[in-house]
């Protein structure tokens, strides 16, 4: 089967390499339903800002189906008039098949993460995948080392990522490369010592092309600009919409809005809304700090 994403969507190849060359970072947030979806693409439009929409393998289950994302991704594209740049991806895909299905069914990005599986494996399953994303003309995302923490059930050791593999995986024809570097899924614990910028230097100079920092919530700013000027030039974020929601819906049901029937406090239209905006917010306020708000101007 051949299948041509839609029109309005754009694969992530372009954005990034131009983020990479202009040294900022693409926004790539992670969605779990219909207010996700169009509060990031709302905020992305408004500030002339191209955008990254993931759904992680969970996120999919979770959301009915490949066909109700990109049905529902491509009708906002449609109904909302985004003129911004936006690719839909896969986040961590656990198998070449669930990348090749996704394609199929119209994403405009995938990433293997392979990173459970031994280097050679990985590698091997990257280079099997990658004729077919071209031939649909899919932008890929690889993965070596491993980002710590637990990602949609997806959970690593943070095993830092090896030059050498850098070096491989770049040659594989990949658009861009995730590695380990000390990040973490999730809420940072007090412990972490920060970002290994040794290590993403190593593998900058060893494949000098774009890197993803996955892990993007709650890492502080001077070492998110650091990370951007050795080479990131993607930064994943799911942990920090959820917690702006999750404050916004929290504010709402402690100041008993929702149980005002007069109001209709309960109307899930207004329940939802002030996270809805929290989340517009929070993306205008990162991609200020990744440096790529306005950049679709
Ligand atoms: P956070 O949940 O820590 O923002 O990580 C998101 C991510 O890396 C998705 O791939």
């Known amino acids: ?13 372009k954005m990034v390499k131009d983020a990479h060359t202009g040294k900022y970072a ?41 066909k109700t994302i990109v049905g529902m991704v491509n009708g906002l594209l449609d109904e ?9 991806h896969l986040d961590h895909g656990q198998s070449v098949e ?23 494996e990985n590698l091997a399953k990257v280079k099997e995948l990658i004729g077919f994303a071209k031939e649909h003309e899919v932008s890929v995302e690889a993965e070596i080392g491993s980002i710590g923490g637990n990602e949609d059930g997806v959970v690593g050791s ?5 030059p050498k593999q850098a070096e491989e995986m770049s040659k594989t024809g990949i658009d861009f490369l995730a590695a380990g570097i000390g990040n973490i899924h999730g809420k940072y614990p007090e412990w ?32 998110v600009e650091k990370a951007i000027s050795l080479g990131i030039s993607k930064i994943n974020v799911n942990t920090e919409l959820q917690l702006a929601f999750r404050d916004a819906t929290r504010k709402y049901i402690e100041e008993k809005k929702d149980l005002d029937d007069e109001e209709k406090g309960f109307d ?5 809304n002030p996270g809805f905006k929290a989340m517009k917010n929070t993306f205008v306020e990162l991609t200020k700090v990744f440096g790529c708000y306005g950049k679709a101007k």
């Not at 909302?80 to 839909?88: E, F, R, S």
């Not at 010592?193 to 890492?219: N, R």
């Not at 899930?268 to 939802?272: A, I, V, Y």
């Open 192 to 223: 972490w010592k920060g970002l290994s910028f040794d290590t993403l230097k190593s593998l900058q100079d060893a494949c000098d092309m774009p890197m993803v920092l996955h892990g993007g919530s709650g890492v502080p700013q001077d070492q």
């Open 268 to 272: 899930p239209r207004k329940l939802l």
């Open 1 to 13: 089967m051949s299948r041509k994403y839609h029109a309005k969507l754009v694969n992530a190849s």
């Open 26 to 66: 693409i926004g790539h947030f992670n969605i779990n339903n219909l207010e996700w979806a169009k509060a990031i693409l709302e905020a992305a439009q408004e500030s002339s800002t191209p955008v990254i929409i993931a759904t992680s393998e969970g996120a999919v289950k979770y959301m009915g189906g490949l």
């Open 98 to 120: 669930m990348a090749k299905k996704c394609i199929e069914a119209g994403y405009s990005s995938v990433m293997f993460d392979g990173s459970h599986l031994p280097y050679e």
């Open 158 to 162: 943070g095993e830092l990522g090896d």
């Open 80 to 88: 909302m008039n985004i003129t911004v740049p936006v690719a839909l």
